[in-house]
């Protein structure tokens, strides 16, 4: 099939954007950034927007940079930019990890990271990323700007906090210290497609134990989040495979799983077991 007709506006600037969603927002009128998430639901016509505003031609919103304590990703960065560490330290490299399990290569050159947010897909990498390290997330209107937590933001299957005239222009993640270890792992049942499961664990070690320990899990329930069951498992104690178990049995026993036709919730909660646990034994390689 192909998409139903529509109108595509080419604003400039941010302004430009905002003025256009406050006009056809209210005729389904949305955001196009890499498409790789709109496109095809466009195209089998579960979507049919009747104005597409592409927020390609504006500058600034392809800036990724540190500022102070945070990195910022702006509503153009794609997905391939992190194909390489963008900083120096454990972030760079978590999300130059993270984001070689994204789907396939040209998706990940045209899809974007504020775009998988907005998109808010249980099983996204990034919506998992942002929820494990709490990021921050600058949203703009009309009506000026807000700040919300990725907490706030996220609130279920393909469902986000954004009022309809309102878009993602800026993704903050905070900057980890440079002793943190990370680790990611995720079960598909092909690769590229969506996760079924993922874990990414963050923690510092103080004097051989485990300190500030984030666990978040994605793909097993309606949104991703962390698993503050499974950090208080970890904090105070020294890593160890039976530590690791634990923390998986307690990720498990916190989330409320999702049914569907490829899995019971007995057996989701099985793959929170396992990629928590396994997310942690990459923590230390």
């Known amino acids: 099939m192909k998409p139903a007709p529509f109108t595509r506006h080419v604003p400039r600037t941010v302004d430009e954007v905002v003025s256009a969603l406050a006009e056809f927002a209210p005729l389904d009128g949305r955001i196009l950034a890499g498409g790789q998430s709109l496109v095809p639901i466009m195209a089998f016509r579960m ?89 921050n997330l600058v949203v703009k209107s009309v009506r000026g700007e807000r700040i919300v937590p990725v907490t706030d933001f996220l609130e279920g299957i393909m469902s986000t906090s954004l009022a309809e005239d309102e878009f993602l222009a800026e993704a903050r993640l905070p900057l980890l210290p440079d002793d943190t270890k990370f680790g990611f ?6 690769a590229g497609d969506f996760a079924m499961s993922a874990a990414l664990v963050t923690y510092r070690l103080v004097d051989g134990v485990i300190a500030d320990a984030h666990v978040g899990i994605g793909g ?16 105070g104690n020294a890593p160890s495979p039976d530590l690791f178990v634990a923390a998986g049995e307690a990720a498990a026993n916190a989330i409320e799983p999702l049914e569907d036709i490829q899995t019971t919730a007995e057996y989701r909660c099985d793959l929170v077991r396992a990629v928590t646990r396994r997310a942690l034994e990459r923590s230390t390689q």
Request: aromatic content about 8%.
């Open 47 to 135: 979507a049919r927007p009747a104005h597409l505003i592409d927020i390609n031609e504006v500058e600034g919103l392809d800036r990724l940079a540190v500022d102070g304590d945070y990195l910022s990703i702006g509503a153009r960065v794609r997905h391939g930019a992190f194909h390489k560490p963008v900083i120096d330290g454990p972030l760079g490299k978590l999300l130059a990890f993270v984001v070689s399990h994204i789907a396939h290569y040209p998706i990940r050159m045209r899809g974007t990271f504020c775009g998988s947010l907005a998109h808010a897909d249980p099983a996204s990498e990034w919506c998992l990323v942002a929820a494990t390290l709490d990021a």
């Open 220 to 235: 097993a329930e309606d949104r991703a989040r962390r698993i503050l069951e499974a950090e208080d498992v970890l904090n």
């Open 185 to 190: 792992y995720e079960f598909s049942r092909r």
